[in-house]
């Protein structure tokens, strides 16, 4: 199946060129294209000079926005299945063969890297893993489906919800939102296990204040996301 990774990329000039040498070593068949969300490093320059497949945000719209316009290309170049990856180092492209095969079998709409499965690899800080299982739990209590690591940005979605998030994607910390937005859409939701890395350079946009805005307003988020879908 015509298979496209969206790497959404903000300042990660220590880390695009290992990532993208990454797919191409394990995926040659898969087309990539890079997302830089108006970058202030050398990370345009860089994919310029070094001839790589990437879309340039003439301003900053955070990931959200920056997984959109990804989608928006999945779309409309006729892709099959379309798969998130990171840009920070911290994916192993080794994993995007299982990723898909729940999709390609018909099994499954989305599939989701998680690294709580096996518990193997870099399982994050002890206070984002605490904040992960309270999100897990919400999803659970509002949406029925157990999904362990739910801020995983390692995900890939068939055709049908390529253009579902072509059309709207949310653009704050959407990943636990997206969960949702599937979910009441009827999406059949799998996780397949996988390892990751810690971020091997640059620096999270989360700190321990974001951290504390980040809690309120993606479980807020979340009990909206499941009414106002359901309205629709």
């Known amino acids: 199946m015509k298979t496209l990774v969206i790497i959404p990329a903000y300042n990660e000039q220590e880390n695009i060129l290992n990532t993208i040498d990454d797919i191409n070593r394990h995926c040659p068949e898969m087309d990539y294209i890079v997302i830089n969300d108006c970058s202030k490093d050398d990370t345009e320059k ?103 690591d739910v801020t995983s940005g390692m995900r890939a979605v068939n055709r049908r919800f390529i253009e579902e998030y072509a059309r709207s994607y949310a653009q704050d910390y959407p990943e636990p939102e997206a969960i949702i937005a599937a979910s009441v859409r009827g999406a059949k939701i799998v996780e397949v296990p996988v390892q990751m890395r810690e971020r091997q350079g640059g620096k999270s946009s989360i700190n321990p204040v974001r951290s504390v805005y980040y ?17 629709r």
């Open 46 to 148: 860089i994919l310029r000079e070094n001839r790589k497949n990437y879309l340039s945000l003439p301003c900053n719209l955070g990931i959200g926005g920056g997984v959109q316009t990804g989608y928006r290309y999945a779309c409309e170049n006729g892709y099959d299945i379309a798969i998130q990856f990171d840009g920070d180092g911290q994916h192993e492209a080794r994993y995007l063969h299982d990723l898909v095969a729940p999709l390609e079998a018909g099994a499954a709409d989305i599939a989701i890297g998680s690294r709580f499965i096996r518990k193997e690899g870099f399982q994050s800080t002890g206070l984002r893993r605490l904040g992960i299982g309270f999100l897990s739990g919400m999803i659970k209590l509002l949406c029925g489906i157990r999904v362990t």
């Open 215 to 231: 809690m309120i307003k993606v479980s807020l988020a979340l009990i909206l996301a499941k009414f106002s879908s359901k309205e």
